[in-house]
């Protein structure tokens, strides 16, 4: 996404190491985030390398073992976040960022039509918008709903991995098809995610909020601007 605000005050603020911080995420949030993300990238290049027939067929034990990695990274992925819920002290502040990247607000639509207009190459200004743009929270509902059909279905294949005296051949067979089709078509949301994250120069000061945990205070004014005056209100 191009930067609407088109002022170069801010690109340069958000660059410059003296500039003023804000929190974005706590630790737990962001343990949260990189152990479900790890994992998942771990089980996307694993999952491609099964396609490569001599790269399968490389055995450990009694097993092949890219397919083994594949099913201890979606093991890994599946336990590691619950794991860290069940164990952190202070859960409030996670269970509060789920809960608001998946929670419609007022707003949501102004700034849908304002990504629309801005992808068509209009310069128009970013309506006033909380901790979470709606393109984040659509993001974050197509993860929930891609990763639970991701793991249902990888429950099965991973059984069916170990032992063929659970599930029917049959089931195996359309539950397969599912798990790869869903896996595919998860490549074009990681790949945006990725481009805007590492990439994109309006966007890409954000990492930082899930690294250290802070975001330049200008950048966040631009770009979450009524989060921004909500937490600088609460910080006075």
Known sequence: MKDAGGSSAHATLATSPQSERIRRFTLGTRLLHWL???P???????????YLPAVKAVSFGAYRF??????????AWMLAPLALLAVLRRRRA????????????RGDVDWLRYASLTLLGARVRQPPTGKYNAGQKLNSWYWIL????????????????????VFDA???????PLHELVALISLAPLAGHLYLTLI?????????????????????????????????AGAT
């Open 36 to 38: 479900n993300a790890l």
């Open 40 to 50: 998942f990238i771990a089980l996307l290049i694993t999952g491609l390398l099964i």
């Open 66 to 75: 890219v397919p083994l990695l594949h099913v201890i990274f979606g093991i």
């Open 94 to 105: 996670v269970l509060d960022d789920v809960a608001g990247s998946l929670t419609p607000a």
């Open 146 to 165: 891609a990763s639970t059909a991701l793991a249902l279905t990888g429950v099965v294949l991973a059984v069916n991995f170990f032992t063929k005296r």
């Open 170 to 176: 049959a089931f195996v067979e359309r539950v397969f």
């Open 200 to 232: 994109n120069r309006a966007t890409r000061p954000s990492l930082p909020g899930m690294i250290t945990g802070e975001v330049d205070a200008a950048w966040a004014a631009e770009h979450h601007s009524a989060w921004a005056k909500e937490e600088s």
